[in-house]
């Protein structure tokens, strides 16, 4: 391997490292693993850094609906948005690197939006006794919500936002290529190669490591969705503005949603995320601050049905069920499956019927009634 970078001591003495490979791929997956940063979240996202979170390594892989595991991916990370990014590191040795991880990523794409139960791999990130505090850190607010994060990340796997990145000490022309048309063709997946360069001292003694993100070209760029913001406080205007590009069929809902919070509960506040917007419907009672909904620009709608292993907004556990069953009951939105959560979450577009939205605000109203009835 050939090139170099160049160190100046405190002393002035100029230390000259060259180019090396990686002694093992278990090496270059551990430095990953280790330190996450060298995924290079800047350059994926200017704006908005990704930052990232480790699931697990070697995570299984079914191919069938309810199959053992087929395969093992190298690593799964989430970022700030709860998108699931696969990671496969071969080093530039490994012939494989050339086509065959290529169809390798995509068997893990077509079936991780299948077959990954999110419960599953929110239970191996859970065997990690200071998962809370790693979540709270990644969204950068010491009162995130664990579960609907995950519930972001279900939402994501089901809608096929996946991030899928092939990591090597140097991305050869072939996968390059491949990198930059599949990362142009595929939306909303996303498809990127790190480059990681090892440069070492003559005596070993200094090792630096450079990141460099792949697949990028202008046009992939463009083909992608917009809403990356450099932080800041969200209002009205700029949500429905976001909205309307993210998801137009959910603005005629949120506005009508909005309006209702408006008049219905003690106040609504905006969120600051860098990339989602939301509005919050907040209810003030005996004290507490209750979040009745969250509305994101990302066209869901987050309803707040308590914690089943506690007590709940509605003071008791036979509310909480009737409060789904009047749900379930609206054309469109089915929460059984989600019964059972501290949070459950509908499909904004499908109260775009007016007959579904007006049944919506009703239960709306009869909620907001219960809470303060106790």
Not at 121 to 146: C, K, R
């Amino acid at each position: 391997m050939s090139g170099g970078i160049y160190l100046i001591h405190d002393n002035n003495r100029l230390v000259e490292m060259t180019e090396q490979p990686y002694g093992t791929e278990d090496l270059l997956q551990k430095l990953l693993a280790d330190y996450p940063n060298l995924l290079a979240g800047d350059q994926i996202d200017s704006n908005a850094p990704r930052r990232w979170l480790l699931v697990a390594r070697e995570v299984s892989l079914a191919s069938e609906e309810g199959g053992s595991g087929r395969w093992s991916v190298d690593h799964l990370f989430l970022d700030q948005d709860a998108i699931p990014t696969i990671v496969e590191v071969k080093r530039s040795s490994n012939t494989q690197i050339r086509r065959e991880v290529v169809g390798q990523m995509l068997d893990y794409a077509a079936n991780a939006v299948v077959h990954w139960p999110v419960e599953r791999l929110q239970a191996e990130f859970e065997a990690n006794p200071e998962y809370e505090q790693d979540i709270s850190d990644l969204l950068e607010d010491p009162e995130a919500d664990t579960e609907e994060f995950w519930q972001k990340v279900k939402i994501n796997l089901k809608a096929g936002k996946v991030r899928l990145v092939f990591v090597s000490d140097e991305i050869p022309t072939e996968l390059r290529r491949i990198v930059e048309f599949l990362n142009q063709q595929m939306d909303p997946a996303e498809v990127l190669a790190v480059e990681i360069k090892q440069y070492v001292s003559q005596d070993s003694n200094l090792k630096t490591l450079v990141p460099r993100i792949i697949g990028q070209t202008a046009k992939a760029q463009d083909s992608k969705p917009t809403g990356s913001r450099s932080g800041g406080q969200w209002d009205e205007e700029s949500f429905f503005k976001e909205l309307e590009a993210k998801a137009p069929g959910a603005v005629k809902p949120a506005r009508a949603i909005l309006e209702w919070a408006k008049n219905s509960v003690s106040r609504v506040t905006w969120g600051k995320g860098p990339k989602y917007g939301t509005f919050r419907a907040m209810l003030d009672h005996q004290g507490s601050a209750h979040i009745i909904l969250e509305v994101w620009t990302d066209g869901n709608l987050y309803i707040q049905l308590g914690d089943p292993q506690a007590s709940t907004l509605l003071g008791e556990e036979s509310k909480r069920s009737e409060l789904v069953l009047r749900l379930d009951e609206i054309p469109g939105v089915s929460l059984a499956a989600q019964a059972k959560k501290k949070w459950a979450y509908i499909k904004l577009t499908s109260l775009n019927d007016e007959a579904a939205l007006k049944q919506f605000l009703e239960v709306l109203n009869w909620f907001v009634q219960e809470v303060k009835a106790t």
